[in-house]
C-alpha cells in the first residue's frame, strides 16, 4: 500500500472555504476522503477515480467537490458553505476496487489527516 498525506485544513466560520489536499504518491487507483469527529465514526465524503468519475456523500453533494490533478498525483476537497458539523479530522485512502465506493473498509494507506474546525 501507499501512504497519503493531506493537507489544507484549519479553522473557519460557518459559511466558509477550504480546500483540501492529498498526495497520493503515486496511487494508480480510486481516492477517497473520509472524516471523523471526535466521538464518531469515520465517514465516507467523496471520492474519485482515475478518469474523474466522482462519488459524493450525500450529505456534502450540494456544497463539497472532490477533483485530481493527475500530473502532481493531488486529490482536492473543496468545501464550500462549511457548517459547524463538518468539523472532523479529514482523512484520504487508497482504494483498488474497480468501482467508485465510500465504505472504509475498501480504503487502506490512510494518511495522517488534517484537522477542519468550523466555529463562529
Known amino acids: 500500500q501507499v501512504q497519503m498525506a493531506e493537507s489544507g485544513g484549519g479553522s473557519v466560520q460557518p459559511g466558509g472555504s477550504l480546500r483540501l489536499s492529498c498526495a497520493t504518491n503515486?496511487?494508480?487507483?480510486?481516492v477517497g476522503w473520509f472524516r471523523q469527529a471526535p466521538g464518531k465514526e469515520r465517514e465516507g465524503v467523496a471520492a474519485?477515480?482515475?478518469?474523474?468519475?466522482?462519488l459524493m456523500a450525500t450529505s456534502v453533494k450540494d456544497r463539497f467537490t472532490i477533483s485530481q490533478d493527475r500530473a502532481k498525483n493531488k486529490v482536492y476537497l473543496q468545501m464550500n458553505s462549511l457548517k459547524p458539523e463538518d468539523s472532523a479530522l479529514y482523512s484520504c485512502?487508497?482504494?483498488?476496487?474497480?468501482?467508485?465506493?465510500?465504505?472504509?473498509?475498501?480504503?487502506?494507506?490512510w494518511g495522517p489527516g488534517t484537522q477542519v474546525t468550523v466555529s463562529s
Open positions: 474519485i477515480d482515475r478518469a474523474g468519475y466522482s
Open positions: 485512502g487508497a482504494s483498488n476496487k474497480m468501482r467508485l465506493t465510500l465504505r472504509e473498509a475498501d480504503f487502506d494507506g
Open positions: 503515486g496511487h494508480r487507483g480510486r
